[in-house]
C-alpha cells in the first residue's frame, strides 16, 4: 500500500504542490512578511505556534495567582492599587494570548481544559510560592524582567496576531518592573527587618528567574526551527546572558547580594559568567514537583468549576432575551 | 449548556474624529457583557472613546487564496493617482 | 442640597465632618477589599478584570475620602495610618460593604444593594456645600453608575438564567436584605449633616434607592423580600465578627512593622 501510494502519479504531483507550498512559506517568512490566521501555514508550524502562544497564556493566568496572595495584605493603599492593576493587567495578557491561540482553530475552552487537566504546560516560575511583601517586589524587579527580555523579540514574531498581542503585552507591562524594583528599592533602603526580607527574596527567586529562559541552547529541543520561522527571535542562554547583564548591577544599587558565589565579571567578554545553574530542580518543578504545582492548579480548576453555574447561567439569560440582530446602527 | 460564551470582535475609537480599529477579542454571554467586557479589557489605559463589538462569526471575508486575483489588478491602475499627471511647475492651485 | 440658604446653615463641628467622611471612605475602602480577594478567582477572565476594576474605583475612592478625613481632623493621620492602624470598632464603613464575597450570586446581590446606595449618595453629595467632598462627590458618581451598570446587569442574568442561578441569587437576597436598614434609615449625624447642607436629606436616598432596587430586582425576575430588623450598625462602630477578620488580614504588615515605610 504505501509504496503503491508513493509510487501514484497523484501522489508525487501532491508531494510536490507540498514542498512548494513549504518553500513559498518559508519564503514569505525570510522576508519578514507576516503569517495572518487564514494563510496556508504547514501544520508544525500552527502546533508549534499553538504550544507556545497556549503555554504563555496559561503562565499569565496561573501568574495571577502568587501576586493575587498578596493584594489583600499589600503594605499601603497605593501599593494595594498598583498590585491590582498588575494582576489585573496578567488577567488581560493571558485574554489576549488565548484570543491569539484561538484564531488558529482552537477554542479557549478546550485550551482551558487542557490547562486544568494538566496537560499543557505553564512557566513553573509561578509554582514557587509568595511568603513576604518583599516578594511582590523581587517578581516585578526579576519575573518580570526576565518575562520582558523575552516577549520584546516576540513582538517581531513571524505569526501576526501573536506579535499583535505581544505588542499590546509589552506596552502594558512597562510599569510592572519598575514597580517591582520600586518595592526592592524602599524595603532595602528601608529597616534592617526590610532589608533581611528583600535579601530573602533576591535568594528564593534568582535561580527560578534565571531558569525562566529555558534549558541551555544545546538541551533546547524545538530552538532551531523555531528560529527558523521566527516564532523565536534569540536563543534561551543569549537571552538569559543579557538579564544577567542588566541585573547585577540593579541587584548593586540595592546593596543586596546576588545568591552565587560563582558570578564573576569576565573584563575581557564584558559579560556576567554566573556558576552553574541547577537543572535537575528546573526539571522537578517542570514535571510537577515544584513547592506550589498542586495548589496552582487547584486554584484554577477551583475557580472554573465555581464559575460554571454563572456562565451557564449568563448564557440562558441571552438564549431567552436574544437581542433582534440589527438592534442599533453603529456609529 | 453553553458556558463558553460566544466570540466577539472589538473595535475602538481612540479619539473623537478618528475610526474605530480592531483591537482584539474577547468572550461574552451577551452583547451588553460584550461592551462591558470590551470596557474593562480593552479601554483600562484611556484607549478609546467609543466601542463597537461584533460576533466573530458574523465577520465575512475575503479569501487569501484567492488575493492574486482581488487585489493584484488595482497595481498596474496608476492612473488613479495625483502623481501619474504632469502638470507644469507655473500652474497654481492644481 | 436643602433649601435653606448658606447665611442659617449651622456649622457642623469637625469631628461630626470627620465621622460623617469616614463613613464613605470605609464603606468604599471594604467594600473595595473584599472585591479585591476576588481578582484571580473570578467565573470567567473577563469577569476577573471588571471585579479588578470595581476594586481599584473603590479603593480610589477611599484613598481620596481618608486623606480628606485626615485633613479634617488635623492630627497627622494619613490614608494609610487611618486604612491600617485603626481597630474594627473605629471603622465606620456600612454593616453591608464586609459582608464576604460568598458565591458569585452573593457578591453581585451586596454589590448590588451597596452600588445603588453609593450611586444615589453621591449623586446628591455633588451639590454638597463641602466643596472638598462635592469634587470627590463628582469623579465617584461616575464610576457608581458604571458599578451600577455592572451589577444591575449580572442580577438580572443570574435571576432569570438558570433555575440554579436564580435559587442561589435569590437565598443571597433574603441572607443581605436586613443590612439595608442601616443604608436607609438615618441616624443623627445623618440628619446633621443634612441640616447642615453637607450630606442630603435621608428621605430622598431611601425613596432613590428603593425606586432603582425596585427596578433591577424586577428585571431579575426577583421578589423583594420583607422588611427585616437587624441591630448592627457599621456605621456607628457596631459591626459584624467579619470586619475583624477583613482587617486583621489588611493590616497585618505595617502592624508587624511599626513605623516602616512601604
Known sequence: ?????????????????????????????????KIEPKDWMPEAYRQTLLRQ????????????LPEGNWITRAPSLRRKVVLIAKVQDEGGHGMYLYSAAETLGVSRGELIEQLLSGRAKYSSIFNY??????????????VDGAAIMNQIPL?????????????????????????GYEIMLTLSRGSAAQRAMAQDALDRWWWPSLMMFGPSDAHSVHTAQSMRWKIKRFSNDELRQKFIDVTVPQAEFLGLAVPDPDLRWDESAEHYVPGPIDWSEFHAVLKGEGPCNRERLEARRAAHGAGRWVREAAAAFAEKHREPPHAAPAG | MNEDWVLYEVFIRSRSGLEHKHVGSLHAADARMAIEHARDTYTRRQEG?????????????????????LFEPARDKVYRHPTFYAIPEDVKNI | MSAASESV???????????????????????????????????????????GNLSLDLIGQARLLLALAGRIEGRGRDEDALAFLRDAPDFRNVTLAEQPNGDF???????????????????????????????????????????????????????????ESHARVRTALESLWRFTDELLTPDALDARMAVCGIGPAPALIRERWETRVATALAQAKLERPAHQHYP??????????????LLAEMQCVPRAYPGATW
Open chain 1, 155 to 179: 513582538c517581531r514574531c513571524s505569526y501576526g496576531p501573536y506579535a499583535r498581542a505581544m505588542v499590546r503585552i509589552c506596552k502594558e507591562e512597562s510599569f510592572h518592573q519598575r514597580q
Open chain 3, 9 to 51: 446653615r449651622p456649622e457642623p463641628s469637625a469631628e461630626d465632618r470627620f465621622e460623617y467622611v469616614l463613613r464613605l471612605a470605609d464603606t468604599s475602602l471594604i467594600a473595595g477589599q473584599r472585591l479585591a480577594e476576588l481578582l484571580g478567582h473570578g467565573p470567567a477572565l473577563e469577569e476577573d478584570l471588571a471585579l
Open chain 1, 53 to 64: 502562544i497556549a503555554q504563555h497564556a496559561h503562565s499569565e493566568i496561573v501568574g495571577m
Open chain 1, 129 to 142: 510560592p509568595t511568603l513576604t511583601w518583599a516578594d511582590i517586589g523581587a517578581i516585578g524587579w526579576l
Open chain 2, 49 to 69: 472613546v467609543s466601542i463597537w463589538v461584533v460576533r466573530s462569526s458574523d465577520i465575512v471575508a475575503s479569501d487569501p487564496a484567492e488575493a492574486e486575483e
Open chain 3, 232 to 245: 448592627w450598625h457599621g456605621k456607628r462602630g457596631v459591626h459584624t465578627e467579619y470586619l475583624g477578620h
Open chain 1, 1 to 33: 500500500m504505501y509504496t503503491q501510494a508513493l509510487d501514484s502519479p497523484e501522489a508525487a504531483a501532491a508531494d510536490e504542490r507540498e514542498s512548494e507550498r513549504l518553500e513559498r512559506f518559508q519564503a514569505r517568512i525570510d522576508r519578514d512578511e
Open chain 3, 105 to 163: 450570586g452573593a457578591t453581585i446581590v451586596r454589590q448590588c444593594l451597596l452600588d445603588a446606595w453609593q450611586l444615589e449618595s453621591y449623586q446628591c453629595l455633588t451639590g454638597s456645600s463641602d466643596r472638598e467632598l462635592a469634587d470627590i462627590a463628582h469623579k465617584a458618581v461616575k464610576e457608581c453608575r458604571y458599578h451600577w451598570r455592572f451589577s444591575a446587569g449580572w442580577l438580572a442574568r443570574l435571576g432569570d438564567g438558570t433555575e
